[in-house]
């Protein structure tokens, strides 16, 4: 897939499909994703390197989660955490309170987790392969 060819009604989850934490991430997205708002891209893919690219983003600066929204804006770290939660509505819209931190603090202890998360939750060997059913969410 070519960056003109991406969704422009989806917003675009950018994740480390090594990191299980993350993988648990893009699972309770999916299944709490109700008006199919999103997609997921491995950071380490083709696609998630030409994103990254087509945007400017050193990838080496991100490493754990950034969302795209084609056309629009991208976000990443703890904006990126938050805009995800809140666009999932119900419960997650009270997260919304986050956003009087600042993004320097927050971003600091999503950092503390970023860098500690293959130390507290593992990592897989290659990047997830969705079920058959799950396919339509990834690109």
């Not at 030409?50 to 629009?72: A, C, F, M, R, W």
């Amino acid at each position: 897939m070519e960056i003109n060819e991406l969704p422009i009604d989806k917003k675009i989850i950018l994740f480390d499909g090594v990191c299980n934490l993350c993988n648990a991430s893009v699972q309770l997205i999916i299944r709490k994703d109700k008006k199919d708002v999103f997609r997921f891209v491995a950071l380490q893919s083709e696609l998630g390197k030409k994103i990254l690219n087509h945007i400017g983003v050193n990838t080496n600066s991100i490493d754990s989660i950034l969302l795209y929204e084609p056309g629009n804006a991208y976000y990443y770290k703890a904006e990126a955490a938050l805009k995800i939660a809140t666009s999932l509505g119900g419960f997650y819209n009270l997260l919304v309170i986050f956003k009087i931190i600042p993004n320097v603090v927050s971003n600091y202890f999503y950092d503390f987790v970023a860098t500690n998360r293959y130390k507290w939750y593992g990592k897989k060997e290659s990047c997830m392969m969705p079920t058959p059913e799950l396919k339509a969410k990834f690109l």
